[in-house]
């Protein structure tokens, strides 16, 4: 996550969507993103629930003259507006259901200057490679890491199950989510007053198709839309 090649296209494409207008980064967390698109010349805010993940920020270079609002991304306000709004890495799933996920949507729209984007990088749904009565999908096996998937889709809820190795032993850890259909997400978009403008396999804008593994998905707060903020 913290490689070049994983950040430099992500920081690459925020940064031309951005333009000279300030950003916010929703789940702004240790600063993995934030930090290079302010390299850029980007003015950078964030939002995150995590006090132990800000301070961790906090304690990098440039990572005090961030402003950052500690709350939940779905609610927490920061008082101004913004030409961009980005969430990564799969966290829209830290909000387990679907009332938060579209408040988060309406707390990105409360957040955009009219014109402005949020952008979603999220994975798509692995349960479509399960046969039927299947609910586990592993996503990596190495020696190191074993992580598997164990999804419900009557309720879209799935928990990431994570194997650690540690000299000679394994430690667990998981983490609950709920998974969303690019449909759906571009639905939430559509009651919060925006409407879908683009939509890429990954960073690099490679074309999202039926083989594509995660989409990043660009949604525009129009004109037309500035009173569907609520």
């Not at 952008?119 to 039927?132: F, Y």
């Not at 194997?163 to 571009?186: H, K, N, V």
């Not at 978009?189 to 999202?208: F, K, N, S």
Request: with cysteine.
């Amino acid at each position: 996550m913290f490689a070049p090649e994983a950040i430099e296209p992500a920081v690459d494409y925020l940064a031309a969507l951005a333009g000279d207008r300030p950003v916010l980064e929703f789940a702004i967390g240790t600063g993995r993103v934030a930090l290079p698109l302010r390299e850029r010349g980007v003015e950078v805010h964030g939002i995150d629930l995590s006090t132990a993940m800000v301070a961790r920020l906090r304690a990098k270079p440039g990572g005090a003259d961030v402003p950052v609002v500690l709350g939940d991304f779905a609610s927490a306000e920061t008082g101004r507006e913004f030409g961009l709004v980005y969430l990564v890495f799969n966290t829209i799933g830290n909000l387990t259901s679907q009332a938060e996920q579209v408040a988060c949507f309406r707390n990105a729209a409360r957040h955009l200057a009219t014109g402005g984007h949020f952008v979603i990088e999220v994975c798509v749904p692995g349960v479509l490679g399960l046969a039927p009565g299947e609910t586990f999908r592993p996503f990596d096996v190495s020696p190191d890491h074993v992580g598997i998937d164990e999804y419900d889709p009557v309720t879209q809820s799935l928990i990431s199950h994570h194997f650690y190795r540690e000299g000679d032993t394994w430690r667990r850890g998981y983490t609950p989510l709920r998974y969303t259909w690019p449909s759906e997400l571009d639905l939430m978009a559509q009651l919060a007053g925006m409407t879908l403008v683009e939509r890429w396999g990954d960073w690099d804008r490679t074309p999202y198709d039926g083989s594509s593994t995660k989409h990043i998905s660009a949604w525009q707060r129009l004109p037309e839309s500035a009173d569907s903020k609520v």
